[in-house]
Nanobody
Framework: QVQLIESGGGLVEAGGSLRLSCSASGRPFSTYAMGWFRQAPGKARKFVAAISGSGSSTYYADSVEGRFTISRDNAKNTVLLQMNSLKPEDTAVYYC??????????????????WGQGTPVTVSS
């Protein structure tokens, strides 16, 4: 069983930055492919970013490419999402996802077996 706990969400003005963190249980964390998704009110959950177990490969949705950066600290069992130049359309609940088998493509396509509870991000205009 893998438990994921997100933190770092909040209210920020447009153009500002936030850093989300996802802490994961289980070993070895370095084998997990990890990702972030978001769900805006009344809309479906959408892919944001993913990262391979080693951190050598990253994937981004077109809408966040160049503004968001996903990274991980395997020593701390943590994956981060640095969000810069935030826009009101980035407002959503952000979810962390994990695939312990290490398949990043599974994460990208929303097939992760494990999900966090979500952390809300609100960007004011």
């Amino acid at each position: 069983q893998v438990q994921l706990i997100e933190s770092g969400g909040g209210l920020v003005e447009a153009g500002g930055s936030l850093r989300l963190s996802c802490s994961a249980s289980g070993r070895p964390f370095s084998t997990y492919a990890m990702g972030w998704f978001r769900q805006a009110p009344g809309k479906a959950r959408k892919f944001v970013a993913a990262i391979s177990g080693s951190g050598s490969s990253t994937y981004y949705a077109d809408s966040v490419e160049g503004r968001f950066t996903i990274s991980r600290d395997n020593a701390k069992n943590t994956v981060l999402l640095q969000m810069n130049s935030l826009k009101p359309e980035d407002t959503a609940v952000y979810y962390c996802a994990a695939d312990p088998a290490g398949d990043t493509i599974v994460v990208v396509h929303g097939g992760s077996a494990y999900w966090g509870q979500g952390t809300p991000v609100t960007v004011s205009s």
